[in-house]
Every structure is written in C-alpha cells, then in structure tokens.
C-alpha cells in the first residue's frame, strides 16, 4: 500500500484529488448563503441549512465507519465524489434549484459526504509510513488552509458572475476532478461484505468498545472532549462576540483576524511538514501553554484593564491571532496523528466513526451555556471562566496523563488495556 518512504506517489493523489474538491466546496459553500439570502431573507433557513448538513452526519456516521472498514476504501473515495458530481450536474440539468429542492439536495450532500470521510479518513494514515503522519497530515491541513483562503473570495466572484447555477457547476467539475486523481491511487483493501444489519450493530459496538477497551486512546479521546467543551464556544461564539460587540470590529477588520488565524495555522503545518515532523509532538504541552498565553492576553485587551483603541486592540490580536494559530496546529496534529499510529487499519473506519461523534455531541454543551453566560456577564469575565476550565484540563493531564500523551503507540504494539 505504501510504495516508498516519505510522502510518496499515494499521498500526493490523495492531497492534490482533496484539495480539487475542497476549493469547489469552498465555493458552493459561500454562494449558497448568498443565494439563500437573496431568496429567503431569513435567518431560520440559513440555520435549517446549517443542521441539514449536521445532523444527517451525526446520524449516518457509525454506519458509514462499518462501510469503510469493510468495502474497498479506495474505491469508496472514488465513488462518493463521482456520485457527487453527478448529483449537482443533475441539480443544474433539471433546474432543482428552489430553497427546499436545494435544502434536499444538501442532505444527501451531508450524508454522502460521511461515507466519502470515513472511507478516506481510514485509508489515509495507510498511505504513507506511521513515522511521517505528522507531515502528512500537516500538508493536507495546509491544502485545506488554502483552499478556505482562497474559495471565499472565488465563491463571491463566481456567485457574481453566474449565481448559484456556476457555482454548483464547478463544484460538480471539482468532484470529477478530485475522482481523477483518486483512481490513480494505489491501494489494495480486502473486501469483507456486510451480511445483514445484525453484523452493522455488532460492528459499531466492536468500534465503541475498542476506545474504551484501550486506555491510550480513552485518554487521546477524553482529552479531546473535555478540551473541546471549552474551546469550542470560545472559538465559536466568545470570539466573534467580542470582536464586534465589545471591540467594535469593522467588518473588514472581523474578516482579516480570521486570515491572520488561518496565516499562523498554515505556518504552522508548514512548520511541520518541513522542519519538526514527528518531532512535533513533543511541543504538545509548550503548544498548550502559549496558547493559554495568548488566551490571556485577549482577555486583557476585552477586559476593563485594557486602554488599546479599537486599530491598537486590532493590531495587538492580529499578532496574538497568528501565534494561536501556530500553536492549534501543534496541538492538533499531534494529537491526530497519534490517534491515526494507534488505531489498527482494519477496524480504523469505526473507531474514528465513535470518535467524532463522542467528540461532537459533547462539545454543543458548552456551545449552549456560553450564548446566556454573555446575556447574564461581560465578556471577559466569560472568557475567563472558559480558560480557567482549559487550564484545569491541562494541568489534570499533564501530572496525571502526562507519559501517555507524549507516547507513540504503533498499530504493530498492543495497546494497554
């Protein structure tokens, strides 16, 4: 499955194919809003658009992980983003172009779109050797940087030019593009049908219990959740909010402190990919701690101590924007290719199935305290309650967990039950 050392032939398929159908998505997913605005002018059908993609996902994750362990991955890749093209050039031939028409359409999106990732996800750790993971997945991560730099202001141009039709019509021509690529990908999985939905549910058990089964991956993934309780809000919601409400970011300003974010967090898979590799994970805690410092440093600037004017603060965070982004990369690729080294190839489509959506229901709970936290108290007496939590996380894991997260554990080993 491998043919050389390194990133080899197989990876570079993989990566280039990706990146195709990122940049077509990055633009459907830009002018689609915009086309559901300019139709609708309303907000709770922007919101059923956003849940048509995740709740589909959520509900079709476990058996799209059984289905990547048991039918041919590569394949399975190809497939999905053919059938996807397919779809939206049949979109554009019958002129499904209506709001609810469209809301169908992005449920199967959402649904094909979680057998294409599992399929994928599982065969991609199999692509390249185990000890340039960290590379790998930082190169792909930098793809994926570019192409949601990029795909904003092409989706704009291109809604602009030829509405939603054009759009839809590259992102089909992408799907075909990315398959392309795909079917020059050697790999050789050995097929084992499903054989009734009894084996399905026996499978996804299999998936949930190999987690908990294996303390490494129990850590790797509690980490993770309680991580992710905290720092999703903060991203999500605490940070947006205090741009524009505490701030009073312009929208231009709103718009360029995600780009200095996205700037530091492909300097940092650069970083990776070029210089640290596997390496990386050792920074893992020091990631950890700047990060905390430069979640401090914006709750000075947002609290009633600070005396920056809205361009100082502006300047001030674009810096502080740039470094969290480096050290979210250092924390997050470690951390993923750890999981990808574990995790035996053939059992790999379920385990990650159980592992995004343990992680995903768990992080809407914090998702859901934060919004009337910033009704009830200022904003950064809210962040600080967020990364008070962070760093209690932290320092739990560090004097208790430390050697296991700082450990590499081969699929080849057994893992400590």
Do not use: C
């Amino acid at each position: 499955m491998k043919s050389s050392k390194g990133l080899n032939r197989n990876f570079w398929l993989f990566a280039i194919g990706r990146f195709i159908s990122q940049l077509g998505w990055a633009v459907q997913d830009v002018a689609l809003p915009l086309y559901v605005l300019d139709k609708t002018h309303s907000g709770s059908m922007m919101t059923a658009f956003i849940l048509a993609e995740i709740i589909p996902s959520l509900i079709v994750m476990p058996f799209a992980g059984v289905v990547g362990d048991r039918y041919n991955r590569k394949w399975l890749m190809v497939g999905f983003d053919l059938i996807r093209g397919v779809l939206l050039f049949g979109v554009i031939a019958f002129n499904f172009l209506g709001i609810y028409q469209l809301l169908a359409v992005q449920v199967v999106m959402a649904v094909l779109g979680s057998f294409f990732a599992a399929g994928t996800g599982a065969m991609f750790p199999d692509l390249v050797e185990p000890d340039e993971l960290e590379k790998a997945n930082s190169t792909v991560s930098s793809f994926t940087i570019l192409a949601r730099l990029a795909g904003p202001a092409l989706g704009g141009l291109i809604y602009g030019i030829g509405g939603i039709r054009l759009a839809i019509l590259i992102n089909a021509v992408s799907f075909f593009g990315s398959g392309l690529f795909e079917m020059l990908i050697r790999y050789e999985w050995k097929a084992k049908p499903i054989e009734g939905l009894g084996q399905v549910l026996s499978d996804i058990k299999e998936g949930v219990r190999f987690i908990f089964k294996h303390h490494y991956l129990k850590t790797l993934m509690t980490f993770a959740i309680f991580m992710g309780i905290f720092g999703a809000p903060f991203g999500a919601v605490l940070l947006p909010y205090a741009m524009r409400e505490v701030l009073k970011f312009t929208s231009v300003q709103f718009g360029l402190m995600e780009s200095f974010f996205m700037g530091g967090a492909l300097l940092g898979n650069l970083l990776i990919a070029v210089k640290f590799g596997k390496k990386a994970g050792r920074f893992l805690f020091g990631a950890m701690v700047l990060d905390g410092v430069m979640t401090v440093a914006f709750i000075w600037v947002i609290s009633p101590l600070s005396s920056l004017d809205r361009n100082a603060a502006f300047f001030f965070l674009g810096a502080v924007a740039v470094i969290w982004g480096v050290t979210e990369t250092f924390i997050d690729i470690p951390i993923q290719s750890k999981l990808q080294r574990a995790v035996p190839s053939e059992v790999r489509g379920r385990v990650f199935s159980a592992l995004g959506i343990l992680t995903r229901i768990a992080t809407p709970l914090g998702l859901v305290l934060v919004g009337p936290l910033l009704n009830l108290y200022p904003a950064w007496l809210v962040a600080l309650g967020l990364w008070i939590g962070m760093a209690v996380v932290v320092a739990y894991y560090w004097v208790k967990y430390r050697e296991i997260l700082l450990t590499d554990v081969q699929t080849e080993e057994k893992l400590e039950e």
